[in-house]
């Protein structure tokens, strides 16, 4: 039969087995724990960093929006202000007074073009 001291060794086999079964099972379980723990805190680092985005992305929404919206008030009172300009000025004319000269134009944008053609001339250097 077997003897004594391979019982005691088969004992001894089955019992080291156990242990480290139980202990890898162990081992395995607080892992799966740790692991569970570290999905759910960055699941919620994530939400909170994607709330931040959508939020960052809202406010650039809400001011292009806003941007837009004030964009189109302000080209249209540039032209109702153009279009009174044009209306007050018609027909009057501008004087220039150019080398102790007076010089009326016949309308304001042609006042305009000479003004703008002296100080062309005066940035150039070549004014008279």
């Avoid at 480290?20 to 892992?31: D, L, P, R, T, W």
């Avoid at 919620?44 to 809202?58: H, L, S």
Wanted: with cysteine; net charge positive; glycine share 10%.
């Amino acid at each position: 039969m077997i003897s004594e001291l391979a019982i005691k060794l088969i004992l001894a086999g089955v019992i080291v087995t156990a242990v480290s079964g139980g202990m890898y099972g162990g081992y395995v379980h607080i892992k799966s724990i740790g692991y569970n723990e570290g999905v759910v805190e960055c699941n919620k680092k994530n939400k909170a960093y994607e709330d931040t985005v959508n939020q960052k992305i809202a406010t650039i929404e809400a001011n292009s929006i806003l941007l837009v919206s004030e964009t189109r008030e302000n080209n249209a009172a540039i032209l109702q202000g153009v279009g009174t300009i044009i209306k007050s000025t018609k027909g009057k004319t501008l004087t220039i007074i150019k080398n102790g000269e007076c010089t009326p134009s016949a309308t304001l944008s042609d006042s305009i073009k000479a003004i703008n053609q002296r100080v062309n001339q005066s940035i150039q250097g070549t004014k008279p």
